[in-house]
């Protein structure tokens, strides 16, 4: 009778713990990604949205990108939520059951740098290539030496067409030569695996205190000096292709 009764205590256990384990992987993902804390798209102000929808953003989270291996590129000044994006995205992946990681450039460029420097590079560049989705933040950051290019560059050769990659910016594609030492093998694969990658600018205005003077919008290539959301594909050098292709967010 008491073995009966053990029995059955156990079978009703069975039930709780099986509900549990998706909720302990998607936390272990998360815990795994190093993403900074919960931020999530319905705290996101789509009123810096201008010209594109909102649609095309939902897209994104969709993480369909990320089983064709393609990049994407948020790009804006300080004040416009790139950074709550990235997070956002980064904590539906792991809910979505894929592998994450989350960095600044200039932290992981550091690691790798103290990697190389103790003898267990290959080590510490297995953190940044494994995961299906590496979420860098702060592009713009990477130091000026041509040692953090390199480092940059054995990351994105190892992921490329292999894993995707999410990028945040403030500086536009035609400075990018310079941000990584005119290394442009560099530049075209952090596009090319996405042909259309979405790049957020940021509209004129002052401080995020007046958020109805900042909006995300949407341009043609015709016009890449324009402060907009460029949606066309772009070469290495950051000039726009001449026919640009139809977006494909």
């Not at 993480?63 to 790009?75: E, I, Q, S």
């Not at 030492?181 to 995020?208: C, K, Q, W, Y």
Request: hydrophobic share 40%; charged share 25%.
């Amino acid at each position: 009778m008491r073995q009966n009764a053990k029995r059955d205590e156990q079978e009703q256990l069975i039930p709780a713990e099986a509900a549990s384990r998706p909720r302990r992987a998607i936390q272990n993902r998360i815990r795994r990604a190093r993403l900074p804390p919960l931020k999530t798209l319905e705290g996101y102000d789509f009123a810096f949205l201008k010209r594109i929808s909102r649609q095309k953003i939902l897209r994104v989270f969709d993480c369909g990108f990320v089983a064709t291996h393609r990049n994407v590129v948020l790009l804006g000044n300080h004040g416009v939520g790139k950074t709550h994006l990235l997070t956002a995205l980064g904590h539906i992946a792991c809910a979505k059951g894929i592998s994450v990681r989350f960095t600044r450039t200039i932290d992981m460029i550091n690691k790798l740098s103290a990697a190389q420097l103790a003898g267990t590079l290959a080590k510490g560049l297995r953190a940044y290539t494994q995961p299906s989705l590496l979420l860098l933040d702060e592009l713009e950051n990477l130091p000026a030496v041509k040692r953090g290019t390199d480092l940059l560059f054995q990351v994105v050769a190892a992921r490329y067409e292999t894993g995707s990659i999410v990028i945040t910016t403030n500086r536009a594609f035609k400075d990018w030569r310079a941000i990584l030492h005119f290394n442009d093998s560099l530049a075209t694969a952090l596009i090319e695996p996405h042909p259309d990658p979405p790049v957020a600018r940021e509209g004129p205005g002052a401080s995020r205190a007046t958020p109805t003077r900042k909006r995300l919008t949407m341009a043609s290539a015709s016009s890449p000096s324009s402060r907009h959301l460029h949606m066309a594909p772009r070469a290495a050098d950051g000039s726009a292709d001449a026919q640009p292709s139809p977006p494909a967010l």
